[in-house]
């Protein structure tokens, strides 16, 4: 059955310390795997699109990390404004699905 | 340019009363899909349309929930005879396949999301 799982449910970091938030799939193919972020009251933002295990993307600062089983975004010394639900998606590659993950809420204290 | 947008915001009926939700993609984006995420569940899938193909409806929950999509663009959903169960945000997304390395992948814009609650 494929399935996403995302570690930890919840984060609380100090402004400024760094750490990575987890997402393991199983599924029957792999099309790609995307991050959104998800702010209060509004729909998942886009933020990466990873297709092959070794492959890597950034911006600002966060960093997405993609392997034949999982994927990490890490975040190199986070502020405030980065604090939000982050949540993992993954298309297979038979049908039309994406299959979520139940999201990492994220909480960075100044 | 406009991103993907729904209406109404909020909702809120009573149950057994029909309800119908909307979404208005990004222009040009040939594919629509539509979510519901409830409080601590991860978005659930249920129904994608893509240009005037039939559309995938393997994820609605019952046969009281139906959408349509005109003209290839404006998507309504309707939910039938409404439970309380079936409050949750709705979201929309839209998209249009892309090919990287010889892969189509489909990277989804989300609307603002439509808050239903049943009472």
């Known amino acids: 059955e494929d399935q996403v799982t995302q570690s930890p449910e919840a984060l609380r970091l100090q402004e400024g310390e760094s750490s990575s938030l987890n997402c393991s799939y199983t599924?029957?193919?792999?099309?790609?795997l995307f991050w959104y972020r998800q702010d209060p009251g509004k729909g998942p933002e886009f933020l990466f699109t990873l297709y092959s295990a070794g492959e890597e993307k950034e911006k600002e600062r966060l960093k997405a990390t993609l392997t034949k089983k999982e994927s990490f975004l890490h975040i190199t010394a986070p502020k405030p404004e980065d604090s939000a639900t982050y949540l993992c998606?993954?298309?297979?590659?038979?049908?039309?699905?994406?299959?979520f993950g139940t999201g990492t809420s994220l909480t960075v204290i100044p | 340019g406009a991103g993907v947008s729904q209406s109404p915001s909020n909702k809120v009926t009573e149950k057994g009363k029909d309800v119908e939700l909307r979404c208005d993609p990004i222009?040009?984006?040939?594919?629509l899909y539509w979510y519901r995420q409830s409080l601590g569940q991860g978005l659930e899938f249920l129904i994608y349309f893509q240009g005037n193909s039939a559309p995938d409806k393997s994820g609605l929950p019952s046969d009281r929930f139906s959408a349509e999509r005109t003209g290839g663009s404006v998507s309504t959903l309707t939910i039938q005879r409404t439970q309380q169960e079936d409050s949750a945000v709705y979201l929309c997304?839209?998209?249009?396949?892309?090919?990287?390395?010889?892969?189509?992948?489909?990277?989804?814009?989300f609307g603002p999301g439509t808050r239903l609650t049943v009472l």
């Open positions: 222009s040009g984006h040939t594919a």
């Open positions: 997304a839209s998209s249009s396949p892309t090919v990287t390395s010889g892969i189509s992948t489909d990277t989804q814009y």
């Open positions: 998606a993954v298309q297979v590659s038979t049908g039309n699905q994406f299959y």
């Open positions: 599924v029957s193919g792999l099309r790609g």
